[in-house]
T-cell receptor, first 116, second 114 residues
Framework: DGGITQSPKYLFRKEGQNVTLSCEQNLNHDAMYWYRQDPGQGLRLIYYSQIVNDFQKGDIAEGYSVSREKKESFPLTVTSAQKNPTAFYLC???????????????FGSGTQLSVL | AQSVTQLDSQVPVFEEAPVELRCNYSSSVSVYLFWYVQYPNQGLQLLLKYLSGSTLVKGINGFEAEFNKSQTSFHLRKPSVHISDTAEYFC????????????FGTGTQLKVEL
């Protein structure tokens, strides 16, 4: 079955530590996204990538980094500079823009990151 | 820049009753509007979207939404809810040319009770 796989489901970070969240898709989608979800705040865009080897900052990129070396993979690193990393992280992907310039987002099942 | 407001953080409703989840947006240009649903500990799924054309949009699971430009609203409705509709619902907006960079509302938790 095609879809988006996020791992791990739960992740714990120690003070000063960098952690990496995995996101893999086998939908052959060009675009991939990372969102952060906090209770009562909805989803906020961290980074997005429209094509391999290219990515742009979203609304809350500080303290995060990404790479897009392969079409199917878009890992997110939460660095020690992110002072409030506890949140639910969602990865999404979409096909290349159609004639309307807009394609449906497919979401993974998320990673809950907590600070020890 | 666009924004989305979901005024109701929680909406309790009895099974088989109708429900309306409110969404208002602000934008200086025309918009595309979406409703996504999130079941516990899962990602989001698209319920429906408005891009252009008919202002009444029908989605999956019996949901529908109406785009009202004068009131800048895109409320989600279902005539008769089921226990399985218990979930969090997010309204989202993007502008033409904005690609898939969606701006999400804060979500409304729909709780269906027997």
């Amino acid at each position: 079955d095609g879809g988006i796989t996020q791992s791990p489901k739960y992740l714990f970070r120690k003070e000063g530590q960098n952690v990496t969240l995995s996101c893999e898709q086998n939908l052959n989608h060009d675009a991939m996204y990372w969102y952060r979800q906090d209770p009562g705040q909805g989803l906020r865009l961290i980074y997005y990538s429209q094509i391999v080897n290219d990515f742009q900052k979203g609304d809350i990129a500080e303290g995060y980094s990404v790479s897009r070396e392969k079409k199917e993979s878009f890992p997110l690193t939460v660095t020690s500079a992110q002072k409030n990393p506890t949140a639910f992280y969602l990865c999404a992907s979409s096909a290349r823009r159609g004639t309307r310039g807009l394609e449906k987002l497919f979401f993974g099942s998320g990673t809950q990151l907590s600070v020890l | 820049a666009q924004s989305v407001t979901q005024l109701d953080s929680q909406v309790p409703v009895f099974e088989e009753a109708p429900v309306e989840l409110r969404c208002n947006y602000s934008s200086s240009v025309s918009v595309y509007l979406f409703w996504y649903v999130q079941y516990p500990n899962q990602g989001l799924q698209l319920l429906l979207k408005y891009l252009s054309g008919s202002t009444l949009v029908k989605g999956i699971n019996g949901f529908e939404a109406e785009f009202n430009k004068s009131q800048t609203s895109f409320h989600l409705r279902k005539p008769s809810v089921h226990i399985s509709d218990t979930a969090e619902y997010f309204c989202a907006v993007t502008e033409p040319g904005g690609g898939n960079k969606l701006t999400f509302g804060t979500g409304t938790q729909l709780k269906v009770e027997l």
